[in-house]
């Protein structure tokens, strides 16, 4: 009896383990966006001397050799690498290059909370990590007693300049009401948003 259990619990076992792994591992998953004072390091193979240190600067720009200004403000590291060997090519540069773009230094990143939360203010977001409305709120110290939960603004400078302003029920969220992993709940906060929590109407 004993040797045929053995397998079983070490399955279960197993199979518990691979599950807190997937669990963990989605949980810490994140992407990096390339953001505006990001230092970034760009690596074109065999070809030192188009290797470049910079800044990104206000407009989301780099300059490189042999191709000048490129856009990759807004854009993952594998979005950038693409963009920058598509843009060797279309000059007719280089016939098949291999770019390698990585973050040297993070720009500051820093969103700010403000209206009837307990703890208004900025906030740094984790590096290489992630934080929605939902934990920033929680992360304040909550929402106060005449806070409007239902209609906290997320307002947020796009790439191109322009201004966005999305609204996130935070309250259903807390309140259990709504899926946690739902639709704008999860919106990621990006450096330089600004979130407002206006007051209920009595």
């Known amino acids: 009896m004993k040797t045929t259990r053995l397998p079983v619990l070490f399955a279960l076992l197993f199979a518990g383990f691979a599950v807190s792994s997937a669990q963990n591992s989605e949980k810490k998953s994140y992407i990096h966006t390339l953001t505006l004072a990001d230092k970034v ?10 290797t470049s240190l910079s800044r990104i600067d206000a407009r989301g720009r780099v ?6 200004e490129i856009a990759i403000g807004g854009m993952t ?25 990585s973050v040297e230094e993070y720009a500051p ?14 906030y740094t977001l984790p590096i290489e990590s992630t934080l ?15 806070g409007k939960g ?5 307002t947020r400078i796009m790439p191109d300049g322009t201004k966005k ?5 935070v309250d259903s969220v807390i309140k259990g009401k709504k899926d946690s992993k739902s639709d704008d709940s999860t919106m990621l906060l990006q450096p330089g948003d600004i979130v407002y929590v206006p007051e209920r109407l009595i």
């Open 41 to 50: 390091r760009i690596v074109v193979y065999q070809e030192d001397d188009l």
């Open 63 to 68: 300059n490189l050799n042999l191709i000048g």
């Open 77 to 101: 590291v594998n979005e950038a690498q693409t963009a920058i060997e598509n843009a060797y090519k279309a000059g007719r540069f280089l016939r098949n290059p291999q770019v390698t773009v």
């Open 109 to 122: 990143r820093i969103v700010s909370i403000q209206g009837r939360i307990r703890n208004a203010g900025d």
């Open 132 to 146: 929605t409305v939902v934990e920033l709120v929680t992360k304040a110290g909550g929402i106060d007693d005449i």
């Open 150 to 154: 239902s209609a906290v603004t997320v």
């Open 165 to 169: 302003v999305f609204t996130v029920d």
